[in-house]
């Protein structure tokens, strides 16, 4: 059971570059998020999935959009890194709806700097 | 709405003695309440959860918190410091079934004193 996968581990972006981040969970879930985690504010969401076909925004949407592909996947982009976004990113999943105080399952984290 | 707050950002404590992390929180409904645990470099690894069952929540390596409904607090503990106990330790609140948004504390970084 491989839990939330996300790819990649580590990036290295030029400012104005895009890329994805991609997210999976193999339990079935729900729900999906994303959120950046930077030093002293802990992790701060930028944007939810509370099922598939829906997205929301979350407390730092600016610069990235979100695709939730199908129940299992969740990708994350942006369009035009900025040094600000220079993070470490984590996906996490949740059963959701249905069961209230379900636990939630975070991926190992994917380092993004951006020069 | 809902928010929390983790009242130390640092802990010190000597190898063996107890530990005390402290969180606060505030929610328009009863919530449910979590600790997570982030080593170094790792991802968020759940210590244990609060559901509305028992007040008194056991987790995993010997840690457990208090949910205090009239002190709006959640603080996490444990009898015994362990040096693998050093960690960076976060307490998250999640609204009710229908919003789910989760709320995340700055974190406490434990460190154990050999």
């Known amino acids: 059971n491989a839990g939330v996968t996300q790819t990649p581990k580590f990036q290295v972006l030029k400012t104005g570059q895009s890329m994805t981040l991609q997210c999976a969970q193999d339990?079935?879930?729900?729900?999906m998020y994303w959120y950046r985690q930077d030093p002293g504010m802990g992790l701060r969401l930028i944007y939810y999935?509370?099922?598939?076909?829906?997205?929301d925004k979350g407390e730092v949407p600016n610069g990235y959009n979100v695709s939730r592909l199908n129940k299992r996947e969740f990708s994350l982009r942006l369009e035009s890194a900025a040094p600000s976004q220079t993070s470490v990113y984590f996906c996490?999943?949740?059963?959701?709806?249905?069961?209230?105080?379900?636990?939630?399952?975070f991926g190992e984290g994917s380092w993004l700097t951006v020069v | 709405a809902q928010s929390v707050t983790q009242l130390d950002s640092h802990v010190s404590v000597s190898e063996g003695t107890p530990v005390l992390l402290r969180c606060n929180y505030s929610?328009?409904?009863?919530?449910?309440l979590f600790w997570y645990v982030q080593h170094p470099n790792k991802g968020l690894q759940l210590l244990l959860k609060?559901?509305?069952?028992?007040?008194l929540v056991k987790g995993i390596n010997g840690f457990e918190a208090e949910f205090k409904k009239s002190e709006t607090s959640f603080h996490l503990t444990k009898p015994s410091a362990h040096m693998s106990d050093a960690a960076e330790y976060f307490c998250?609140?999640?609204?009710?079934?229908?919003?789910?948004?989760?709320?995340f504390g700055t974190g406490t970084r434990l460190t154990i004193i050999p």
């Open positions: 996490a999943s949740r059963l959701g709806q249905g069961g209230f105080g379900n636990t939630i399952y």
């Open positions: 339990m079935n879930h729900n729900s």
């Open positions: 999935s509370a099922s598939e076909g829906t997205t």
């Open positions: 929610s328009s409904y009863s919530p449910s």
């Open positions: 609060y559901t509305s069952a028992a007040t």
């Open positions: 998250v609140v999640s609204g009710r079934v229908g919003n789910e948004k989760l709320t």
